[in-house]
């Protein structure tokens, strides 16, 4: 784990009188300064959980790096010179993270208070669970965008409940994996089968369903119900 005295030289090193943090939030932005004070702000007042917040930039021109700097001064800011898709971005996030756990949230997401909190619950009572999976609902509708991911007969994966009512798959339960949009992960699970693969430059799906295939016993995926964040309607795909 990247804690004093092991981290590289291009990562800080935490102080005597630093808190090290539980759980390091990775956000990726390009050009999405109209979305960060809604994304941002909640995952600040996140409860009963120390975390730290990465904002990485993938080369944004529209002012999103000193809308941060003004607005937001105890955000960790990561600044890529070029767009470095989905995977570079949270790749770059990583090697400035400290915590013991790694959380991916999409910068179009608005997280519930308890999120975190409750995405880190099952980890710390169970040490076989590497992944959490949280609820992700639609903006602006009582619909689910993804309720943890599973596969099809023919291995191909898929968000379980996307478009379904809301209040459906309310009991936590053993997934397959996790969408990419608000998922936390046992940074000891990553550091031994691998975090993100620079072949995918905007989807890390396929290699989020890889973790749960490669992962050894103990590194069960887990969906947490009353972990529930929202998601813009943005097209599938994007």
Not at 43 to 65: H, K, M, T, Y
Not at 135 to 151: F, H, P
Not at 174 to 190: D, E, I, Q, T
Not at 194 to 206: I, P, R
Request: charged share 20%; proline share 4%; with cysteine.
């Amino acid at each position: 784990m990247l804690f004093a005295g092991s981290a590289p030289s291009s990562v800080p090193l935490i102080s005597k009188n630093q808190v090290i943090p539980q759980v390091s939030v990775i956000v990726v932005n390009w050009n999405g300064k109209a979305l960060l004070q809604e994304s941002l702000g909640p995952l600040l007042r996140q409860r009963d959980v120390a975390c730290e917040l990465i904002l990485v930039d993938n080369g944004s021109s529209d002012g999103s790096v000193d809308w941060v700097r003004t607005k937001f001064p105890q955000i960790k800011l990561v600044q890529l010179s070029s767009n470095q898709g989905f995977t570079g971005g949270n790749l770059a996030g990583l090697d400035a993270a400290h915590g013991e756990f790694i959380a991916l949230v999409n910068n179009d997401t608005r997280a519930d208070e308890r999120c975190l909190s409750e995405l880190l619950l099952p980890m710390i009572c169970d040490s076989q669970v590497g992944i959490s999976a949280a609820k992700l609902l639609l903006d602006r509708t009582e619909m689910i965008n993804s309720a943890g991911v599973a596969l099809t007969t023919a291995a191909v994966g898929f968000d379980r409940g996307y478009g379904e009512d809301c209040c459906l798959y309310d009991v936590p339960e053993h997934v397959f994996g996790a969408c990419a949009a608000a998922v936390l992960y046992r940074r000891s699970m990553v550091e031994e089968i691998g975090f993100l693969d620079n072949d995918f430059f905007s989807t890390a799906k396929t290699l989020i369903l890889a973790f749960a295939r490669k992962s050894p016993a103990g590194n069960a995926s887990t969906f947490l119900p009353q972990s529930f964040i929202t998601n813009s309607m943005r097209p599938r795909g994007n």
